[in-house]
């Protein structure tokens, strides 16, 4: 898959009710490593991947719902409250994000939160959002008392095509732990 990537075939949408950041198209911000990580855990817990591939891209976020500044988390807050709004009067069940304490590995509030609002801008004829950036603090504390912890990560969900530059194969010396 990696290297058909690379070739030109276009990447497939993600398109799971638990994806952290709504539906689109993956990446891990300047962390090929955690990238390798997160696939070999996924071959360790589904067997769909046979193995585990890497790829870097260049993305440009266009107009880009980013999870890091004050307007992204206002945009997403008014989001869930009219989200929760629509849910009840629908009589829908609200989705919940599950997983352990630390981590919720299983966003489907927040899925469904982010699909919202894309469908609320497609439905309002306003401009969508090509991508959305968020941090994601998970994998247990580094140390006693920390701050850190081990898997904290920026992703990227590109949900415009366009906004994918080009695609590359990632040196082998950039997918090894150093330091």
Partial sequence: MGDSLIDGTPFEESRNEYDWLGWGIYF????????????NEWKERNGKIKEPYVVGAIIDLGY??????????????????????YSNKA??????????????????????????LHHVLQVGRQKPFDSVKGVFIEGG?????????????????????????GVFRVPDHDLKSGI
């Fill in 64 to 85: 880009c719902l980013d999870l890091t500044t004050s307007a992204g988390v206002r945009a997403i807050r008014g989001a869930h409250k009219d989200f929760i709004a």
């Fill in 28 to 39: 891990w911000e300047a962390n090929p490593i955690r990238g390798l990580e997160f696939a």
């Fill in 141 to 165: 504390r580094m140390y006693d008392d920390s701050g850190f912890y081990n898997k904290t990560h920026i992703q990227i969900c590109v949900r415009n095509p366009e906004c994918i530059k």
């Fill in 91 to 116: 009589g829908s069940p609200i989705p919940k994000n599950s997983g352990n304490d630390e981590d919720k590995l299983l966003r489907k509030l927040d899925c469904a939160v982010v699909n919202h």
